[in-house]
């Protein structure tokens, strides 16, 4: 049976990918700070929403929701309406993390995911949560079991520091890994994206360049 596939709502990503994510998946995002993590996050949730599927964004962050609506306004993706009629959800659980254990917070995300029934999940950022939890590798497979269970792609969204390709914890328990990468080139720098990972899908070997502009992100067409 051919798998399914859900588009990832990033223009030119989805030919790199066979077509889209597989469904159910967890697919990491991530690259260093700046490098559009929360945009690509936001960005797939919306264009799901577009096509009438529900999304819920969950940040780790403790910041307010108009925050994260004021910085994703300038973006033309973006449309708060599907927020106000329920399609996404937003949730924070950044100030429950401090004083819960992981299996609370497995609890916390499970209810929250069996009342919005949602097709698209992203969680945004995870690495917050390894100064929370003893064990962080053991909450990863366990939150991985959890959303794997609904039939829905999760895109979670991982900080990469210094030199590290990826961060590994996250890297071995997803299905997919997207690398987002910034590098200087003489007085600029430049955006690029790589797939590291796709779990059943002939994906793109090379690097290739991508771009953020008002309309959001986007992969470029040349290759390297
Ligand atoms: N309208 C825009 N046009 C072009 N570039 C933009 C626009 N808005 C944001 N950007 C770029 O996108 C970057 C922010 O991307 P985003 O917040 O998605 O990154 P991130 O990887 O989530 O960062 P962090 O690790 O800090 O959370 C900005 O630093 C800026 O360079
Ligand atoms: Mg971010």
Redesign the pocket.
Known sequence: MPISRVLSGVPGLDPLIDGGFPAPSVILVC??????????ALQFLMNGARHGEKGLYITTLSERAEWMFR?MS??EFFDPKYFENGTVSYVDIGDELADMDETKILRILRKKIAEETPQRIVI??INVVNTYVKNYRQFLFDLVTMLKYWNAVTVI?G?VKGNEEYPEDVAYASDGIIR?IMRNEGDIIKRYVRVLKMRGTMHSMSTHPLE???QGIAVLKARF
């Open positions: 690259g260093p700070a700046g490098s559009g993590k929360s945009t690509f910085f300038a973006f945004d950022p969204t900080e987002l953020i502009t008002q």
